[in-house]
């Protein structure tokens, strides 16, 4: 193990986030993410409340901006104006305004994406230590993550079965995994019917060979057309919408927000209950419909196949930060976890998003293989909470190292033999905050 300058590191990692700073939120990155983006606030949200709480909270104020009435919470938020870069498809694109129950102002897009907020308040609470002060901040935060559950419990759950689907592969965050292959080729693609777009994404010339396939894009757009045609109406987009996948990150960390939720509600003297039931009924149906007793991992499923889709991704590891598996299942998962992406190899950096053995692993490619930072704090988190400290603290050292090595890049290389393993943009918001929670924790 290399010896890092922890010191240097955080200065290194709160000079990006101030860089990235607009005076209203953080961007994910300089030039490629412009505007607020979902789960990224979330993350970067913990890295300031280790030394800027009242920047912490602006992030999440700012992000909830473009909550809509029925409680979705945009993937994006184009807080204007938007500095920097040039973003596709940004917010003329969406036609969100034809919705009634999207806000004015801010524009915002028309998906969500994982709920990682519910407990994002609670870690603010815990880095606060435990300060009264923040307490009128929860106290606002509060009802606004409760609507978010609400409506993902009311829209994306119609079988009722406490499980919430993702119709874009956006919602979902690891957007090109290949878990999602399947049901996004059988989406058949007209071209004279598909509105003419142009990427900005691959004007990043650095980080364009790893960004997803121009096919992957076709549907991405292809969708959001759809939804935009239906006027964002739920009912419509839920009968038509050809996409639509219970996975096992999204539930994993909804899991985990609504026990984070029950907790603050006690603190606050909120009701738990519909958090504890949400907890409950979703850790059951995760454990029920998802696990894969061969492989001992959580599966996704189509919604429109009907069928399971066997997964290969760390997503499959994720409800371990939820307590959903049983300690025997916990134990379980960390073997298959040693065997196909943490290896105990010492070529390897952990953790690779896709399982080493599979013919699919891309280690250059976005989310078919690449290390990704809030991945490894999610794990390691869910590793720590099973009494696995050891392998929680080898992946909290092995991010350092891959930030403190390459720079503070959106992905990594998993491959020790690369030199240049850094990814996609340089100067990503959520690798400089998760670094300075991960050097926080490690005191
Ligand atoms: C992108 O544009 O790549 C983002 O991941 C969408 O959320």
């Known amino acids: 193990m290399k010896t890092i300058d922890y010191e240097a590191l955080l200065q290194q990692a709160k000079t990006i986030l101030a860089n990235n700073w607009t005076g209203a939120f953080t961007?994910?990155?300089?030039?490629?993410?412009?505007?607020?983006?979902?789960?990224?606030a979330g993350f970067i949200a913990l890295g300031h409340s280790h030394y800027d709480m009242e920047r912490a909270c602006q992030e999440l104020r700012s992000l909830f901006r473009g909550q809509w009435d029925n409680g979705l919470l945009p993937q994006i938020v184009f807080q204007a104006p938007a500095a920097g870069g040039?973003?596709?498809?940004?917010?003329?694109?969406?036609?969100?305004?034809?919705?009634?129950?999207?806000?004015?102002?801010p524009i915002t897009s028309g998906i969500t994406m994982p709920p990682v907020h519910g407990f994002v308040l609670w870690e603010l609470w815990q880095n606060s230590g435990e300060d009264p002060q923040l307490i009128p901040f929860l106290k606002e935060l509060f009802p606004k993550v409760k609507a978010l559950h609400e409506y993902l419990y009311e829209y994306r759950d119609p079988m009722h079965e406490g499980l919430v689907y993702i119709r874009h592969p956006w919602e979902s965050g690891t957007d090109n995994s290949p878990t999602w292959d399947e049901a996004l080729a059988r989406i058949a693609i007209d071209?004279?019917?598909?509105p003419t777009?142009?990427?900005?994404?691959?004007?990043?010339?650095?980080?364009?060979?790893q960004r997803p396939n121009d096919s992957?894009?076709?549907?991405?757009i292809y969708l959001v057309d759809l939804f935009r045609r239906h006027h964002y109406d739920e009912g419509e987009m839920e009968a038509h919408c050809p996409f639509k996948i219970q996975d096992p990150l999204f539930n994993g960390i909804l899991c985990y927000s609504n026990e984070c939720m029950a907790k603050l509600a006690e603190l606050l003297a909120e009701d738990p209950e519909d958090f504890y039931g949400w907890h409950a009924f979703t850790r059951g149906a995760l454990n029920e419909k998802l696990w894969n007793r061969v492989t001992a991992r959580y599966d996704s499923y189509d919604l429109h196949q009907q069928a399971l889709i066997p997964t290969y991704t760390a997503n499959s590891f994720i409800p371990l930060l939820g307590g959903v598996p049983d300690p025997q299942q916990a134990q379980r998962m960390m073997a298959t976890m040693m065997g196909t992406h943490v290896q105990e190899r010492d070529d390897i950096w952990n953790c690779?998003?896709?399982?080493?053995?599979?013919?699919?692993?891309?280690?250059q490619k976005y989310w078919r293989g690449p290390v990704w930072i809030n991945i490894n704090w999610m794990l390691s988190k869910g590793m720590q909470r099973y009494g696995f400290a050891e392998d929680a603290q080898l992946l909290?050292?092995?991010?350092?190292?891959?930030?403190?090595?390459?720079?503070?890049?959106?992905?990594?290389d998993p491959r020790k033999e690369q030199t240049e393993n850094?990814?996609?943009?340089?100067?990503?918001?959520?690798t400089a905050a998760l670094c300075i929670d991960f050097i926080n924790k490690n005191k």
């Not at 071209?191 to 598909?194: D, E, P, S, V």
């Open 191 to 194: 071209k004279m019917k598909l």
């Open 27 to 40: 961007k994910p990155a300089p030039h490629l993410y412009p505007h607020q983006w979902n789960w990224d």
């Open 216 to 220: 992957d894009y076709d549907r991405y």
């Open 197 to 209: 777009y142009e990427r900005q994404d691959l004007q990043h010339k650095k980080a364009a060979a």
């Open 396 to 412: 909290r050292e092995q991010s350092l190292e891959l930030i403190d090595t390459f720079g503070f890049h959106e992905y990594f």
């Open 422 to 430: 850094g990814y996609g943009t340089d100067g990503f918001s959520w």
């Open 86 to 105: 040039r973003y596709f498809p940004g917010a003329d694109f969406w036609q969100t305004h034809t919705s009634s129950e999207a806000p004015g102002d």
């Open 352 to 363: 690779p998003t896709y399982a080493l053995d599979q013919a699919k692993v891309d280690f």
